[in-house]
T-cell receptor, first 114, second 120 residues
Framework: DQQVKQNSPSLSVQEGRISILNCDYT??????FLWYKKYPAEGPTFLISISSIKDKNEDGRFTVFLNKSAKHLSLHIVPSQPGDSAVYFCAAKQAPGTASKLTFGTGTRLQVTL | DTGVSQDPRHKITKRGQNVTFRCDPI?????LYWYRQTLGQGPEFLTY????????KSRLLSDRFSAERPKGSFSTLEIQRTEQGDSAMYLCASSTRPPGLADRSSYEQYFGPGTRLTVT
């Protein structure tokens, strides 16, 4: 049962353009969401997060949007740079007092071309 | 201490052998997590500790798997009688306990580079 879904396994974007990575979830108990970036042979690196009480969080070139009613979130990267090429994972955490584990999606491989 | 470290980075073993991995978390973090990642999948939760107490174990963690964090600092993950299906990347992460509900930044988990296990 995949509770966090990233339906696009790959995405190719030109340098300077916007990259939009999407994530859907099914568990309504999730109340905190995170995006991680992963390079080959390295562990995931935390990128940006958002609480369910917000609908947008911005950090430099990275913005995460949350649509709680649709159980959908997206990560926008603008402008995209070649160094952004990596696999991006969406992750979700349940409310405090319950499990502290993260539930991850299957990832989207982003390639930023020149 | 700049991040989570894991040892070894790579392990090749024969089926039926026992293996042990070590994780050293970020020093001020009191929560430590183990995940497993296979090809084409995201990390899957195995277990986590708060200080030395193991608070949750996934159903993925069969009886052949055991994890410890004896002094609330580093942790070990042991797999006994390895099987080919155990081949995966084993990831460790750490985080701090949120001091209050307002400080949600403590929910962020910081990952180590992983241990790649290959069972032949």
């Amino acid at each position: 049962d995949q509770q966090v879904k990233q339906n696009s396994p790959s995405l190719s974007v030109q340098e300077g353009r916007i990259s939009i990575l999407n994530c859907d979830y099914t568990n309504s108990m999730f109340d905190y969401f995170l995006w991680y970036k992963k390079y080959p042979a390295e562990g995931p690196t935390f990128l940006i997060s958002i609480s369910s009480i917000k609908d947008k969080n911005e950090d430099g070139r990275f913005t995460v949007f949350l649509n709680k009613s649709a159980k959908h979130l997206s990560l926008h990267i603008v402008p995209s740079q070649p160094g952004d090429s990596a696999v991006y994972f969406c992750a979700a955490k349940q409310a405090p007092g319950t499990a502290s584990k993260l539930t991850f999606g299957t990832g989207t491989r982003l390639q930023v071309t020149l | 201490d700049t991040g989570v470290s894991q040892d070894p980075r790579h392990k090749i073993t024969k089926r039926g052998q026992n293996v042990t991995f070590r994780c050293d978390p970020i020093s001020e973090h009191n929560r430590l997590y183990w995940y497993r990642q296979t090809l084409g999948q995201g990390p899957e939760f195995l277990t986590y500790f708060q200080n030395e107490a193991q608070l949750e174990k996934s159903r993925l963690l069969s009886d052949r798997f055991s994890a410890e964090r004896p002094k609330g600092s580093f942790s070990t993950l042991e797999i006994q009688r390895t099987e080919q299906g155990d081949s995966a990347m084993y990831l460790c992460a750490s985080s701090t306990r949120p001091p209050g509900l307002a400080d949600r930044s403590s929910y962020e988990q910081y990952f180590g580079p992983g241990t790649r296990l290959t069972v032949t």
